[in-house]
């Protein structure tokens, strides 16, 4: 009697044994399909898109080029220059990028001795300070991010210090300005590019286009 009770003991504790054995067994396959899942997942999210800057600083010089309306006969081709910054704040798969951006642009300006007889009188520099956005397609880009186009729609303030008597010029006023451009990023640190923009304004109580900037810029991204 003894002797059996004690081989039922042993069954159980056997069995009890196998028991635990294939609950490890089990955990530690679940484990690891679940590991496994997980890495493939973070697989199917890794974007082939090319890394691009999370900031940029840059300045740029350029043609000012009147458009309609008053702008056209009282301005002349002149030069712009211009300082802008921008730091993303929103990117979707490393390949659309949107970053806010903040500047200003200056033109001083002779205006047309054909509408301001008095030379002394015809100097004025248009102001413009603005923020907006640019959105930026990395798959679009070449040499793993050398290259790359963007677009950007800008809202400002626009204004002119002309002389009254000669020029009832802007006085602050909303300007919409959307644009286009290219830049280069040499060693992911320095920047080079070009840009063609169109301003909505207003002058003497007319909404025209009122000007287009064609203009080459130089900078750092980070």
Known sequence: MLHALKQLGRGRVAHGTRLLCLSLGAWTAMASASDAHA??????????????????????????????????????????????????????????????????????????????????????????????????????????????PFIELRFGISFENADERAHDGQDPEWTVLPGIGYRFSFGNVFQLGARVDVAWSEEEYSRDLGWLTVTGFLGIGW
């Open 39 to 148: 890495y493939d997942l973070s697989r199917a999210y890794t974007s082939a898109a090319p890394e691009v800057e999370r900031g940029f600083v840059v300045g740029s010089v350029g043609l000012w080029i009147p458009g309609l309306g008053s702008f056209h006969d009282y301005h002349q081709l002149s030069l712009d220059y211009a300082g802008e910054f921008g730091i993303r704040i929103l990117s979707i798969r490393g390949q659309h990028n949107v970053y806010v951006v903040g500047g200003f642009n200056l033109s001083p300006q002779k205006l047309d001795p054909e509408w301001v007889r008095d030379k002394d009188r015809r100097s004025t520099t248009m102001f413009l300070g603005y923020a907006g956005v640019r959105y930026l397609p990395s798959m679009l880009c070449i040499g793993d991010g050398l290259g790359c």
